[in-house]
């Protein structure tokens, strides 16, 4: 069964309107700081360049479903003559939408229709084959242009907060952290080796968005090829066996099922490499982040917090000389707890205990350990001296250095498969993007490299 959403010219924005931190006369996205806000309909239908919308994007359609002006659900269904049949169009509502969205989910795909850089409209479809009965939901948008907003905010006002700290003054509050000195000379790691840490996830970011859009491209392609060559053959007409045209038929309809299949293949390659996209540097404090130890003091000193937070509520609650009230009250003024939060405190647990549960205090301590460790760990690999070497081998010269946050070997030449094999064993991989074999900087990673670089000297 398949399922068409048809949108009229229309506009809006990915981006969330931030209020700027300098005043609050003005609303910016991420897309320029000195641009207008893209809040009106018509920047929302420029912004989509790719023929996919991922099917879990669920504010991207309600958006979509809010301005619609209707939506018409078209069946198809077979009679008793196993011929097909278009059924009446019936109007729904969102809710009908997404109920049929939730239950038709995990066989549902988009495809969006593009005309001259504007989205025209948006197809859902619970079935990739031709021949299927449709659930078809038609829906016009109004086309509207909404007056520009000219920024309210002088030169001078973003001259000042830049000077202040602030990385972007027009979309959020945040200030640049000041970087941690290295304990050692500059020759140390953080200095030489781990460079930009923002840089290198943008980069990859973008790189992941740029195969994830070819792919997308690339499922459009196949797409279309399909439809259009299944659209020259009459409906329902049979492959005539025996006919000269028996031939030419069987292969059209392999033709059309392989497209169809490239197509779909295409499209979870799209859908995979979005969701990369979407993660990168959202996995926690790389260790080859240069400001990796400051994050994690900031993240022990909540951690503490929160243990002398969950502490202290708790030798409040076994309090006998204060009624629930006064608990209340005291939590609410001393540890900012929420009234609602403090009250739910006083409910017992399966074993009628109240407040905080003793494993949750037993897990946070166990993080305090770990991070604690783990500050000491990367405060001793950001100060040593980065990994150095050079030497020879089977005729080629090699060379040993650390950028980018990674450790590289790299070569004059292709080493044989059994150099290449050694490599490999100890977790070294061959970057086109480098052109050298890489690995990560860790613990685990230098002591890896350390041992390479010995068998390499003594091959």
Known sequence: MKTHLTIGKTAMTHSTAINSTITKETEATN?????????????????????????????????LLDNASTMTLVTQSMDMSDCWERNEPKTINQEEFWAWYDKEYSELTTRLVIKDGVLTS?????????????VILTFELETMVEPVRKIKLSFAQVTA??????????NHNEKRTDPTPPNDTDNSRKVVSLGDYQDRVNSKRERLEERAEKAAKQSDTFYKASKDRASMIPFGQPILVGHHSEKRARKDAERIFNDMG?????????????????????????SDDPEAVVKLKSKLESLERSQEIMKSVNRLLRDKKLSDLDKTQ??????????????????????????????????NNANIRTTKARIEELEALHNQQALEGKGEIEGLEWTLYEEDGRIKFSFDGKPSDEVRTLIKRYGF???????????????????????????LLAH
């Not at 907060?161 to 027009?170: C, N």
């Not at 613990?443 to 490299?449: H, K, R, T």
């Open 31 to 63: 897309v320029s700081p000195f641009e207008q806000s893209g809040s009106n309909k018509n920047e929302f239908l420029k912004s989509f360049s790719s023929g996919k919308l991922r099917k879990n994007a669920k504010k991207i359609i309600q958006k």
């Open 330 to 363: 005291k939590m609410i003024e001393l540890y900012q707890l929420t009234k609602e939060q403090a009250q739910k405190l006083f409910e017992p647990d399966f074993s009628g205990r109240a407040g905080f549960a003793s494993y949750a205090l037993s897990n």
């Open 262 to 286: 490239k197509s779909v293949a295409a499209s979870k390659k799209a859908e995979y490499l979005a969701n990369r996209a979407q993660s990168v540097g959202t996995n926690g404090i790389a």
């Open 429 to 455: 991989k061959w970057s086109r993007y480098s052109m050298a074999w890489v690995r990560k900087i860790t613990v685990n990673g230098i002591a890896s490299a350390e041992q390479l670089k010995g068998q």
């Open 161 to 170: 907060a830049l000077r202040e700290g602030y990385i972007s003054p027009l």
């Open 122 to 134: 948006v197809i859902f479809s619970d079935c990739i084959y031709y021949f299927s009965s449709d």
